[in-house]
């Protein structure tokens, strides 16, 4: 398994956010983690990029255990992260945006290999590449944070509901781009709303629930599911 996270628990303060939570994924699958609002999933990831402690369990990446490891050396292991809400840096512009997500290594021909496969991945990138981050579009800018993640050459890419706030178009167009990305050979864990798209994506998925995980499937399994269709997927 290239993640197994055993039994994780979270707190905020008192407020006990993820309740034992433990999952997989192997290498070379997509798995969508799915759920409501507050169910728990960017805790999840916050958790597995060590943007926050975890108050008990385990989490091991590629056979090491990094439950304590500072979040930087797991972007230099190969854990990188789209995070929810972009976070792209509004006065620098695209491509200085994507050599950031660069930051952390030295290898300037893998680099310049990296940098034309993500405006390769997204071509709308390459014309605006000029142009300050804070004056692209939403859609852009999930692309740009998309990119930027791209361009740590993880293992495991997170991405933390990388529709949101995108016309349908966009939508379909960034669901694609994931599955191109991981036919090129990335994992991926994705979180999302939009679990019509992101189950019809993965190969397999897991339900949480205020902080538990209450179902996991092959994404088939779960879009054809009674209780996931009447919950998640807006049919009864
Ligand atoms: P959403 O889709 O709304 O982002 P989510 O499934 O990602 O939901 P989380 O953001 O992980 O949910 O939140 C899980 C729980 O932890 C929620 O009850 C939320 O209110 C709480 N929570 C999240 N961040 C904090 C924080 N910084 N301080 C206190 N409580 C928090």
Redesign the pocket.
């Known amino acids: 398994m290239l993640l197994e996270i055993d039994n994780l628990t979270l707190l ?2 008192r ?1 006990q ?1 993820l309740h034992g939570i433990s999952l997989t994924v192997a290498e070379g699958e997509i798995v969508a983690l799915i ?10 990831m916050r958790a597995i990029s060590g943007l926050r402690p975890v108050a008990a369990g385990s989490i091991r990446f590629d056979g090491t255990d990094v439950t304590k490891m500072r979040a930087d050396l797991r972007v230099i292991r190969g854990i990188g992260q789209s995070p ?1 809400g972009r976070g792209v840096f509004p006065g620098m512009t695209v491509h200085e945006n994507l050599e950031m997500g660069a930051y952390t290594r030295r290898d300037k021909a893998g680099i310049a290999e990296d940098l034309e496969m993500v405006y390769g991945l997204f071509p709308r990138l390459l014309e605006r590449r000029k142009q300050p981050g804070g004056t692209l579009s939403g859609g852009e800018q999930q692309m740009l944070a998309v990119g930027r993640a791209m361009m740590t050459r993880p293992r495991l890419l997170l991405l933390d ?1 990388p529709s949101m706030g995108l016309a349908p178009k966009l939508i379909q167009q960034i669901f694609e781009i994931i599955t191109r990305i991981n036919e090129q050979g990335t994992t991926i864990l994705l ?1 999302e ?1 939009n679990a019509q798209q992101a189950l019809s994506r993965a190969h397999r998925g897991y339900v ?1 629930e205020t ?1 538990r995980i209450v179902k996991e499937g092959s994404g088939q399994e779960l879009l054809t599911d009674p209780a996931v269709k009447e919950a998640y997927l807006g049919v009864a």
């Open positions: 905020y303060g407020i956010a759920g409501a609002n507050g169910a728990g999933k960017t805790t999840t929810e509901e979180v709303q949480l902080g």
